[in-house]
């Protein structure tokens, strides 16, 4: 709390996300063997052919300004991608590229709301919603869930969430951090309830539609009464191993695209330019040259799954897709172990750092204050070292 800052930032959280990334390697930098569960990034480098497509595009003398909504032929891949994977049609004015799908999200928000307007979240939900729609000087409800349920939210739920002054609602599946995936039913279910509100908008992040193991995912667009109404948000960050790259997408009415256009004109202006001729690379190739990664991390999936339950106290569901497992960790709460008093899920992460050494992130950034958050997206050795540690340092 700086009093020379503005009240917004003093009033928004940090990224629970990246603040744990930071003291996990922080902790590395002074010589702890620390490993980090925390950050949802895979592992994999980017694919060589993604890498070539970069390296001709510096080649190529790509260096110049990129229009704000992406370069013509970006646009047109994000179309054919749309439409081959989604079933979408768009047009090149409903599409905006941007710098991640975080800041096509933070763009959505910043001209769908104003100050007092409500958004849902959905719990749990990735740290970064609530913080967004805080920026935006909306208000957020969590809408909770359970692993019960498969920490997905039903019909009658969203009805009762709803008021006067709900403006949007966030769908993000496969789910950050509950590894959850909504069939076509659930969301055709959910749509079936917002019918009835023709007020409100859908944010769709679909950023891990490729990391999903069986069960094709579904794009709440695709649903006919909510295309109006709904931004899809993806990028290639996470399945296509680019982090780094910052590069996401929306496809949404051409209304709001023409205002994302015109918002991130005057803040960042178009994406960086050898990144978007990469993505047209990784966009237009089939899906098939990242399935490789998809089924390291189903394995990997099944296999800190396996370990995690043979430890009492964790209980967990099989997750769909994204690499992330949620376990519910309340069974701790009120114990004390080694002499260290277990209140909440942030306790049970920062013992599980600086006991363990095994950087997680505590479900209360997700809205779910009875879970951690555990990124499987690390070499098997690794998985298996960090579950040995946990089981290590919960049984002093
Ligand atoms: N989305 C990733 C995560 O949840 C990256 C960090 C962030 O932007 O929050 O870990």
Redesign the pocket.
Known sequence: MNQHLSDRINELPV?A??AMAAKARELKQQGKDIISLS???PDFNTPDFIKEAAVQAINDNYNSYTPVDGYADLKEAIITKFQRDNGLSYAPSQIVVSTGA?QSIANVAMVLLNPGDEVLLPAPY???YSAIATLAEATFTEIPSTIETDFKISPAQLEAAISPKTKMVFFNSPN?PSGSAYTEAEYRALAAVLEKHPGIYVLSDEIYEHINYGQPTFSFAAIESMYDRTITVNGVAKAFAMTGWRIGYIGAPAWIARACNKIQGQITSGANCIAQRATITALTAPVSKIQYMVDAFRQRRDLVLSLLREIDGFSLNTPGGAFYLFPNISAFFGKEIAGIPIQNASDFSMFLLEHAHVATVTGDAFGAPDCIRI?YAASEAQLREAVDRIKQALSR
């Open positions: 990224s996300t990246l950050l949802g990034e975080k990735w740290v970064s950050n990124s």
